[in-house]
Each structure stands twice: as structure tokens, then as C-alpha cells.
């Protein structure tokens, strides 16, 4: 979960540096996604989404599905809305907390039913 986290900031990082990709170019298409695949930082981000991969199929061979995604998923959340508040500048909302708090609460519900 938290390596899939670092991957996305990892891979935010270059693609934040690089700026927006211009989608009615086909060259500016073929560029960006060149200079992103070659940054090495994207490649360090692309072998930590690998290895989450790795330990989501041992996660799931000691969990109950239906615990280890919520949590999963409320973890990348609380990771990638912070990160993106604190490194990139995001303009912070209450939607972003509201729902960061939300996502919480259903993790207190779903546990209480354990």
C-alpha cells in the first residue's frame, strides 16, 4: 500500500517537472511519454508499484478481502491527498477532507463488524 503510494509521487514528481502534456500533439505525446520513461525517478516509482503488487498478493494470502482493500485503499488515499497538499501545492478543499474522513469512518464501521 505504501509502496504503491511512493510509486504515484514518484511518477507525480517527474510528470509535475516535465508540465502538462499538450494531448492534440501527437509528437508532444510521443515526447512526454519518452522524457517520463526515462526519468529514473519514474522507473524507481514503476519498481515500487511492482514490488506493492508483490506484497498485495501476500496481504491477500493472510487477509479477508474484504478488510485488506478498504484499508488499502484508505491508506493510498490518506498518503496521496497529504503528498500532494504538503509537496505539490494542491489547493486544499473540504470535499479532499471530507472525504479523506469519510473514508476513515467506513474503515471504523467496517471493523466494528469484526
Known amino acids: 500500500m505504501i509502496l504503491n503510494s511512493l510509486g504515484a509521487v514518484a511518477i507525480k514528481s517527474v510528470v509535475h517537472r516535465n ?53 488499502a485503499v484508505a491508506l493510498n488515499c490518506l498518503i496521496v491527498v497529504s503528498v500532494g497538499l504538503a509537496v505539490f501545492g494542491e489547493a486544499p478543499s473540504w470535499n479532499k477532507f471530507a472525504g479523506i474522513g469519510l473514508l476513515l469512518v467506513s474503515l471504523l464501521i467496517l471493523f466494528l463488524d469484526n
Not at 517520463?36 to 514490488?51: D, E, H, K, R
Open 19 to 71: 508540465g502538462a502534456i499538450d494531448p492534440g500533439s501527437a509528437r508532444g505525446l510521443v515526447g512526454f511519454v519518452t522524457n517520463t520513461l526515462m526519468a529514473p525517478l519514474v522507473l524507481v516509482g514503476l519498481f515500487s508499484i511492482g514490488l506493492s503488487a508483490c506484497a498485495w498478493i501476500i496481504a491477500l494470502s493472510r487477509m479477508q478481502l474484504s478488510i485488506a482493500y478498504p484499508v
